[in-house]
């Protein structure tokens, strides 16, 4: 008659290990390689991403809302790099840009994407990622108090660097609500239009809802919008933001919003319209990028012998990482064990680059009364597939006699059991991603396999 112990080693002070090894609260993380070939540091760079949110989002491992993407320096998240989601969200082509602390002169440097966090919220943020320009005509004051029904009032400019534009603004002196139109200088086309309100005589800004890129040295003229009896300054003036290039006053008379101004003077400021921007750090050749994918490394544990008798010893032996900690406190690759019953070793593997990943072994003990043979898997035939899968597994050992199948998650804990006749079809839907041990139970002794679920 064989006596079988079932033993768990607690894994509390273990797995605070790993839990310093990565962001909390994070289930996925992918390295991202940018390289530098400039001669130069780059600082405080903003770089752009491309990402496949759309991807993520598909298969529940992101928010629809992408709140929960973050980056950080580090695999353990412990510096996490500021970030602003331009477009594109739950799509194959969204934007993001990361402000990296620095980028090595003719070097490369990797940081890490985090994302699968139900309970993360929001932290997209222009103001923590690019520089603020401020004021397009630099706050222009002073000048005289005019009008002229339905009539636009404005200037041209270009910026000397791109420019993120995030909002409109007028100062005027009949305090009404109106309308500021930035036209495309070369076709005329209108890019954005806003209303602005606020009181006479101050600079008030509204937002734009979808901020909006202009480009270097490209021409762009920006207008205020006067109805009936509204007024607008005017004066001498050619003031712009350092950023900027003013070239002239541009104005249309019986005119609605719309309409493009053809109308100049030299040395003018009339309005007054304004623009509220940002801009970002440039360098030459600008660094380029490369998504790596999955940053956690696969780790392995396997035994050299599935079923030990009381008092043999046992090799276990991780592969997949650079270094190992084990739940016995060992730090080598391979550790000797001799339980004296069945117990789950797991081993939290770390890669070159910090990210870390955990596997467990399952070391099956019996006492060997009555004479009862180790068993292996190949001695008994015992085919698990696909592995990895989603969760649907067949199991299918060499024989129809009654069977229990038991699989334990990475801290020992029993999280599924079934009794089975031969080839039988497991559901493990419910379990989450991971690697898992198989125990399979008959009278011959216990058989174990490593599980892994992916989606």
Request: charge should be neutral; include cysteine; glycine fraction near 8%.
């Amino acid at each position: 008659m064989k006596i079988k112990f079932t033993l768990f080693i607690s894994a509390l002070v273990f797995l605070s290990t790993l839990s310093k090894a990565q962001l909390a609260g994070y289930t996925y993380v992918q390295s991202i390689n940018v390289s530098n070939t400039s001669t130069v540091s780059a600082v405080d760079y903003q770089l752009r991403l491309t990402l496949n949110t759309q991807t993520f989002i598909a298969v529940s491992q992101m928010l629809p809302s992408c709140a929960d993407i973050r980056f950080g320096k580090t695999c353990s998240g412990s510096t996490l790099y500021n970030y602003w989601i331009e477009t594109g969200i739950n799509t194959s082509t969204t934007i993001v840009w990361v402000k990296i602390d620095s980028i090595p002169a003719g070097g490369n440097r990797t940081f890490f994407m985090f994302y699968g966090n139900p309970a993360a919220t929001a932290v997209s943020s222009i103001p923590l990622v690019f520089i603020p320009g401020g004021s397009a005509t630099d706050s222009v004051t002073g000048g005289a108090t005019g009008g002229v029904d339905n009539s636009q009032r404005g200037f041209r400019f270009s910026p000397n660097t791109d420019i993120l534009v995030t909002s409109f603004g007028k100062k005027e002196p009949t305090g009404t609500t109106r309308y500021v139109t930035l036209f495309d200088n070369t076709s005329t086309n209108i890019i954005t239009q806003q209303q602005v309100s606020g009181p006479a005589a101050t600079y008030t800004y509204a937002p734009l809802s979808n901020p909006i890129w202009l480009a270097t040295d490209s021409q762009y003229v920006i207008q205020l919008f006067q109805g009936v009896s509204d007024g607008y300054y005017f004066g001498t003036s050619s003031q712009i933001n350092p950023l900027l290039t003013y070239y002239d006053m541009r104005y249309c008379n019986t005119c609605t919003q719309n309409t493009f101004p053809t109308s100049t003077l030299s040395g003018y400021h009339y309005g007054y319209p304004d623009l509220w921007f940002y801009y970002k750090n440039s360098i030459t050749p600008a660094p380029t990028y490369t998504l790596m994918g999955n940053a956690r490394p696969t780790v392995t544990a396997v035994s050299s012998t599935t079923l030990l008798c009381t008092g043999q010893t046992a090799t276990l032996t991780a592969g997949g990482a650079s270094t190992y900690t084990w739940s016995t406190t060992a730090t080598t690759a391979s550790i000797v064990i001799s339980p004296t019953v069945t117990t789950s070793y797991t081993v939290i593997g770390t890669a070159t680059n910090g990210c870390a990943n955990i596997a467990v072994s399952t070391q099956s003990v019996t006492t060997c009364a009555g004479g009862i043979a180790e068993v292996s898997s190949n001695r008994s035939g015992l085919i698990v597939y696909p592995n990895p899968n989603n969760g649907s597994f067949v199991i299918e050992p060499n024989n129809t006699t009654k069977q229990t199948v038991q699989i334990y998650d990475v801290t020992g804990k029993l999280v599924l059991t079934q009794t089975i006749n031969g080839k039988t079809t497991i559901d493990a839907g419910s379990l989450n991603e991971g690697i898992y041990n198989i125990s399979l139970l008959n009278n011959e002794g216990v058989i174990n396999k490593k599980l892994v679920i992916v989606r």
